[in-house]
């Protein structure tokens, strides 16, 4: 099994920058792909960017394209998200999953931690 741990959230003014980090732990080498999503008060949760653990692709939604970005330095077996021009409507709980090698699922989550952006 899958332990992830996020940390970086906060409060931030609209246009400024976090970044998120994501620690895993336990059994990663069954980890096909690691995921940011965020859930906003009163919306679904979304996925926000992914990235293959071995591999070097990404994904980003629209929303966040030339805003966010994810990457990962497989040593230390962290995902970052690396957040600039921040809006009001990134304002979510973001959470850190792990999709297995063999279902592709996310099946591990981390426990969220909170973004705010004010005005």
């Known amino acids: 099994q899958v332990q992830l741990v996020e940390s970086g959230g906060g409060l931030v003014q609209a246009g400024g920058s976090l970044r998120l980090s994501c620690v895993a732990s336990g059994r990663t080498a069954s980890t096909y792909g690691l995921g940011w999503f965020r859930q906003a008060p009163g919306k679904e949760r979304e996925l926000v960017a992914a990235?293959?653990?071995?591999?070097?692709?990404?994904y980003h939604i629209d929303s966040v394209n030339g805003r966010f970005t994810i990457s990962k330095d497989n040593a230390q077996r962290t995902v970052y998200l690396q957040m600039h021009s921040l809006k009001p409507e990134d304002t979510a709980v973001y959470y850190c999953a792990a999709q297995t090698m063999i279902t592709r699922r996310y099946a591990a989550w981390g426990q969220g931690t909170q973004v705010a952006v004010s005005p």
């Open positions: 990235l293959c653990w071995s591999g070097g692709s990404t």
